[in-house]
């Protein structure tokens, strides 16, 4: 018998079974053909991505679940973990289920190896802030982010510094001295990258505070009548900064740099808008009589 044939004669048996046939027998060959074509569609899917196996808990808090801290204490969180892949950890803070990313300071997020072991992550606010819960985030070895885990913590910062520091649990200062040295002595193969336009906006900034100073005071000298008093405006905000200064006002260190760094790039700008307009419309603006003269 030619071999087309018996094939088309097993199929027409197998799928087409007679009518004198008993139909379960037909309906259980159906079944069995779709279970197998599912069990080779999914063990396909298993080899194409393979789980990674990872087991992350959050162990303690220090300080406690309901605290009050000033601005350079930290809220400290022990992570245990077990992992096939490396890990990264990083804390954040949350009040009514919303993130809070204004004023936080959080911990560098080290790489952990496979393997089991602790891990310290924590964060910390610049101004006052009170929170209802900490989450953290757990990240592969690229950044990605696997997933979060949060716990319930009733702490208040308070905007200042505390009259006492505080010291923290005996595990906080083990950790920490461990996660300083994974930092700097463990090799990282995805540091975290900020990118060239954040590195070419940081030496702008740092530029721009010396170059503000010589522009300033070559307008102050140069520049007469109107010029020179457009020329004096940048200088009310940091008249008011080095009142507060004077008179004995607490202006925290960390304000008083956030506003060198954010505003002197703004006021070297306005200078620098200043100087071409002097140029191309300084005839256009005579300058205005400082005195009337006195009227006989």
């Keep these: 018998m030619d071999f087309k044939v018996y094939f088309t004669k097993f199929l027409e048996h197998f799928f087409m079974p007679p009518a004198n046939e008993i139909t379960m027998t037909y309906l259980k060959n159906t ?8 069990v080779c569609l999914c063990s396909s899917s298993s ?15 220090d300080p406690g679940v309901k605290s009050t801290l000033g601005n350079e204490d930290m809220l400290y969180v022990l992570v245990r973990y077990e992992s096939d892949i490396s890990l990264r950890f990083q804390a954040i803070a949350m009040r009514d289920g919303a993130v809070l ?8 997020a080290a790489l952990h190896s496979v393997g089991t072991g602790d891990a310290l992550v924590w964060v910390g606010y ?3 802030t009170h929170i209802d819960a900490v989450q953290v985030t757990v990240m592969d070895e690229k950044w990605r ?21 505080r010291k923290p649990a005996a595990w906080v200062e083990s950790l920490v001295k461990t996660e300083r040295r994974k930092m700097d002595f463990v090799y990282d193969p995805s540091p975290k990258k900020y990118g060239t336009l954040y590195d070419i ?7 721009s505070i010396p170059a503000y100073i010589l522009l300033q005071l070559h307008m102050l000298w140069r520049y007469k009548y109107r010029w020179k008093e457009l020329a004096a405006i940048p200088l009310f905000p940091y008249m008011i900064v080095a009142f507060y200064v004077v008179v ?3 202006i925290e260190t960390s304000l008083m740099v956030t506003f060198l760094f954010r505003y002197t790039p703004l006021a070297l700008l306005y200078l620098i808008c200043l100087w071409i307009a002097k140029r191309f419309w300084q005839h256009k ?3 205005p009589k400082l005195y009337k003269s006195p009227q006989k």
């Design 31 to 38: 079944f069995s053909i779709i279970a197998l074509l599912l």
């Design 47 to 61: 080899l194409a991505q393979p789980q990674d196996n990872f087991l992350v808990t959050l162990v303690n808090l």
């Design 101 to 108: 990313d204004v004023g936080a300071i959080k911990n560098p």
């Design 126 to 128: 610049t101004n006052p």
């Design 145 to 165: 982010k696997l997933y979060h885990l949060t716990e319930k913590a009733d702490v208040t910062w308070q905007g200042v510094a505390a009259a006492e520091p």
């Design 201 to 207: 906006v940081f030496f702008l900034t740092i530029v």
């Design 248 to 250: 004995g006002l607490s």
């Design 285 to 287: 603006l005579p300058p």
